[in-house]
């Protein structure tokens, strides 16, 4: 009898070390947890969010310069087709800031004239992320269709002949106005180069204006 009972009160002195154990060990995996919790959202805290870089990447308000490049008045609308907000451009050559987001939404809904050269986007930036790289390759600054005209005939074909139709139309307007304040305002060879490209008289229209203005001015005398 007095072996069993050692036997037994040895057993449950070993059971109760062994729950201590476990106790302690479970306590202590726990701790770990919280603590490797804890160190994450740490590092999680100090790292920006998704959000933040693409709002560094792209800040949708900042401001975008754009260019007409359309003789007289031009429309472009946030929804296309004169719907949204307008922003209108009397002449060649002016300059707006708009509010990127609109911007984006000009370029979407306003398609031809973005591709064709109407308006001119001041933002490599922008172009890049509205994928306009390839026809951007093609298309001329306002500054750069001015400074066409002072090339030598080799060197202005090279360059119109890969204009587009809307920017060949536009530099049209601008060499027309040009040769009705001045006939000498525009090298001739120019002038032959855009007529036989586009298959048009243009010193026939410019005479054509000015007897136009002259009946005009002498009807109301």
Do not use: C, H, W
Not at 136 to 149: A, E, I, Q, R, V
């Amino acid at each position: 009898m007095a072996t069993t009972t050692k036997k037994n009160s040895t057993v449950k002195k070993e059971e109760v070390k062994k729950d201590e154990y476990t106790i302690n060990l479970e306590n202590r995996i726990s701790e770990l947890e919280e603590l490797i919790k804890g160190m994450a959202a740490a590092k999680t805290a100090s790292e920006p969010t998704v959000n933040n870089i693409t709002q560094y990447i792209g800040d949708n308000n900042k401001d975008v310069v754009l260019t007409s490049l359309t003789v007289g008045q031009l429309n472009l609308s946030t929804e296309g087709y004169g719907q949204g907000v307008v922003y209108t451009f009397e002449e060649i050559g002016e300059q707006q800031s708009i509010p990127y987001n609109d911007v984006k939404k000009i370029i979407k809904n306003n398609k031809a004239f973005i591709e064709g050269g109407n308006v001119f986007i001041n933002d490599d930036e922008v172009i890049k992320s509205q994928r306009l790289e390839n026809i951007y390759k093609k298309l001329l600054s306002y500054d750069g269709m001015l400074d066409l005209l002072n090339k030598d005939r080799k060197a202005f074909t090279k360059v119109f002949s890969g204009m587009t139709k809307n920017q060949k139309e536009n530099l049209k307007g601008i060499i027309f106005d040009k040769l009705t304040k001045s006939s000498s305002s525009v090298d001739m060879n120019i002038v032959q180069v855009m007529n036989e490209d586009m298959n048009i008289d243009i010193m026939s229209e410019v005479k054509n204006a000015k007897d136009l203005m002259d009946y005009m001015k002498s009807d109301k005398n």
